[in-house]
Structures are given as C-alpha cells and as structure tokens.
C-alpha cells in the first residue's frame, strides 16, 4: 500500500531563511506527487504537483519541490521565507492515471515564521 | 469560477445525535471526495462519488455515509455520533479521472 511519511513535524525559521520540507513515499510504481498548503482559517490549496517530465516543479509564491525517484522524495523547497509562509504543509502522492481519490496524504508539517 | 462551498462551516453536536453536511463543487466538476482532518490523523479519505455513484471508500465506519445528486452537489451523513468525530470535514471536487483536487473550506464538527 502506498504510504508518504513527512519527518518535520514543526518547523521554525526566521525570515529569509532557506526552507525544505522533506517527503518520501512508498509505493511500487510510477505517482503523481503534490504538495499542499493550508494557510491558517483558510482551505487547503495546491502549491505545485508533478505527473511527469522535468523533476524540478516550479510552483506558486516561489515554491518548488524536486522529485528524485531513487531516493522516493519529493522535497518543498523555497529560498527565502517570509512570515506569510506560516502555514501547514501537505505532501501527497497518487498512482499514476488513478482517480482523484487514490491520493494519500502526509500527516502535514507546520511551519511557523519569526518575523 | 466560484470554489467548492461546504455548509455549515461549524456544527456543535451531542453523542449520539447525526448530522449531515453539504457540498457544492466547482462547476462542472462530477467527482467529489470527502476527508477528515484531525491534528492525530492527518487527512484521511472517506468517500468519493462520480456521477451520483460511490466510487471508492476509505477505511471508516458504516456511520459514515454519503451520497451525491445529479447536479454533482454532495451530502455527507454520521450517524450515532462520538466524541472521536470532533474534526474538519473537507470536501473536494475535481474533473472526471483528474486527480487535482480543490478543496472547500471546510465544516468544523464539534462533539460534545
């Protein structure tokens, strides 16, 4: 069965740091990878996803992530934070040409800001 | 392009009561999930349904249920409720076998 584990549970930074966020999954065969955000009092929101083709995904707010199959991750990364980046974050993974509800997700990683 | 609206957003109930909660998808949208998010759990899967038909089921059990109408807007429905159901609800439509999904806000269920 596939499975995502994310290992930061909490994480804290001050502006301008560097961020990743790590993802690895289990599953067999070839996936889909996403990674969500949930802002705080706001509804979860697609950051950026990856079917196929170039492994670095660019997605919005200055976010990207880099799936490495070998290694089964798909890390989120961004250069320089700003508080506005507090939120919790999703890794999911679906098999490839699956439904919609095929996705597992993470069990999320909070990331909180110091201004 | 209006998003996936969910109502209530906040529900106080008793053990033993049920509830139901609603869902209207983007336009055009025929599949919709539901998850429950709680801060142990994570996201976990419910149910989706495509075009008025179940089409997966998570692991939950059967006083959990759902159903969908011919306009794609769905219900969800628990019955006998316990404590353990306190969470947000999240609803989330997509398009036929795409598997980018919007999320609603969510309703946030409260037991008591």
Not at chain 1, 14 to 39: D, I, K, P, R
Not at chain 1, 62 to 73: D, Q
Not at chain 2, 13 to 38: D, E, F, M, N
Not at chain 2, 41 to 64: A, D, M, V
Request: positive net charge; glycine residues 8%; contains cysteine.
């Amino acid at each position: 069965a596939q499975s995502v584990s994310q290992h930061n549970h909490h994480v804290i930074l001050s502006e301008a740091a560097s961020l990743e966020l790590g993802c690895n999954y289990s599953y067999g065969g070839t996936v889909n990878l996403f990674w969500y955000v949930q802002y705080p009092g706001q509804h979860l929101q697609l950051l950026l996803k990856y079917f196929s083709g170039d492994p670095l995904v660019k997605g919005i707010k200055g976010f990207e992530a880099e799936f490495i199959k070998s290694k089964f991750s798909f890390n989120l990364r961004k250069p320089s934070v700003q508080w506005s980046d507090t939120a919790e974050y999703f890794c999911a993974v679906s098999p490839s040409y699956s439904s919609a509800s095929k996705i597992i997700f993470g069990s999320g990683t909070r990331l909180s800001i110091r201004p | 392009k209006a998003g996936v609206t969910q109502t209530p957003r906040y529900l106080i109930k008793t053990r033993g009561q049920q509830v139901t909660l609603s869902c209207s998808p983007i336009s055009g949208h025929r599949s919709v999930s539901w998850y429950q998010q709680t801060p142990g759990q994570g996201l976990q899967f419910l149910f989706e349904y495509f075009s008025e038909t179940q089409r997966n089921k998570g692991n939950f059990p059967g006083r959990f249920s759902g159903r969908q109408f011919s306009n794609s807007r769905s219900e969800m429905n628990v019955s006998t409720l316990e404590l353990g159901d306190s969470a947000l609800y999240l609803c989330a439509s997509s398009l036929d076998r795409d598997v980018e999904q919007f999320f609603g806000p969510g309703t946030r269920l409260t037991v008591l």
